[in-house]
């Protein structure tokens, strides 16, 4: 059984005429009559009582009428719904980072995204980077924000393309800005800390031992949020990401030289093609970095990777 099958004889159906059903439906009369008689073929019944100049529907047609309308109209349904998807009108796109950057780069990304293709749902996934990869190796996201590693060695089953270079910075609630500080610094200065699997404790912890020294933690465990909300109660000092110290208020110090940085990615599956919603998703995000790197708008210390 054909849908244009049933089309012909919804076209009959409803005219009660052959030569007016071909007329309707643009096709030859008796290609359409052959349809029909095929269709017959394939049911096993006659469908028509067909009389000179009178066509009327078996107990068979009557039969066959409502689901010959519904399997149309179902089908056309399913024709809307793919298209509406493919112009981006409809679909889903599922995003992946890391809460640093849900608080700075994600948020304006999205509200460029969302303004542009409205009908799109988003959904996004907070976690470490080592999280990050796992549920992209699952599929469980499409796309993801990660950190690379120091190695610069992402998992063989992503393709990764690097976006940004960060510059880590240490905030405080109070005293003056200092020009630079150096990590030796923080020795013996307790630190507010984040819980373990954040790349940012990581890199915080890697740093003081390359100084040679342990830190110590004035209050260890937090989100990004709580985190934040601990310096500035003035437990202590904490190393953040160059972008979200740029928006929280809080005296920013430079690292001296060479520094501390983070290089930021976008990863997707290899073998798994993008959505058009993620593609779009990906080309959004892109486009979004490229201008605020052309019109100053990178917080300093964060330079642009992208070609």
Request: hydrophobic share 40%.
């Given at each position: 059984m054909q849908l244009q099958q049933l089309r012909y004889f919804l076209a009959v159906a409803?005219?009660?005429?052959?030569?007016?059903?071909?007329?309707?439906?643009?096709?030859?009369?008796?290609?359409?009559?052959?349809?029909?008689?095929?269709?017959?073929?394939?049911?096993?019944?006659?469908?028509?009582?067909?009389?000179?100049?009178?066509?009327?529907?078996t107990d068979a047609g009557d039969a066959l009428l409502p689901l010959a309308r519904r399997i149309l109209a179902d089908t056309e349904s399913a024709r809307l719904a793919v298209q509406e998807t493919v112009q981006l009108r409809r679909g889903r796109v599922r995003l992946g980072a890391p809460p640093s950057l849900c608080t700075s780069l994600v948020p304006d990304v999205l509200r460029v995204f969302r303004d542009r293709y409205p009908g799109v749902a988003l959904g996004v996934r907070e976690g470490g980077s080592r999280d990050l990869v796992r549920?992209?190796?699952?599929?469980e996201l499409d796309l993801a924000l990660i950190i690379t590693p120091p190695s610069g060695e992402a998992a063989p089953a992503l393709a990764v393309t690097e976006l940004l270079h960060e510059e880590l910075v240490l905030v405080s609630?109070?005293?003056?800005?200092?020009?630079?500080?150096?990590?030796?610094?923080?020795?013996?200065?307790?630190?507010?800390?984040?819980?373990?699997?954040?790349d940012l404790r990581e890199a915080t912890l890697a740093a003081c031992r390359a100084a040679g020294f342990e830190p110590e933690f004035a209050v260890e465990g937090g989100e990004m949020d709580a985190v934040l909300g601990f310096v500035r109660a003035g437990l202590g000092p904490a190393v953040l990401p160059g972008m979200v110290a740029a928006r929280s208020g809080l005296t920013v110090t430079?690292?001296?030289?060479?520094?501390?940085?983070?290089?930021?990615?976008?990863?997707?599956?290899?073998?798994v093609p993008l959505t058009r919603a993620a593609e779009a998703l990906h080309t959004?995000?892109?486009?979004?970095?490229?201008?605020?790197?052309?019109?100053?708008?990178?917080?300093?210390?964060?330079r642009l990777l992208l070609p």
């Open positions: 409803e005219t009660r005429h052959f030569t007016r059903a071909a007329e309707a439906a643009h096709v030859a009369q008796p290609s359409l009559s052959q349809q029909i008689r095929a269709l017959e073929r394939e049911l096993g019944a006659e469908l028509f009582h067909r009389t000179r100049g009178n066509i009327a529907l549920w992209l190796a699952a599929g609630a109070t005293g003056r800005a200092r020009r630079t500080v150096r990590v030796a610094e923080l020795q013996g200065r307790p630190l507010v800390m984040f819980r373990e699997g954040y430079p690292f001296a030289g060479p520094g501390l940085g983070r290089t930021i990615a976008v990863a997707h599956g290899h073998e959004t995000l892109l486009a979004h970095l490229r201008a605020a790197a052309r019109d100053g708008e990178l917080p300093p210390g964060t």
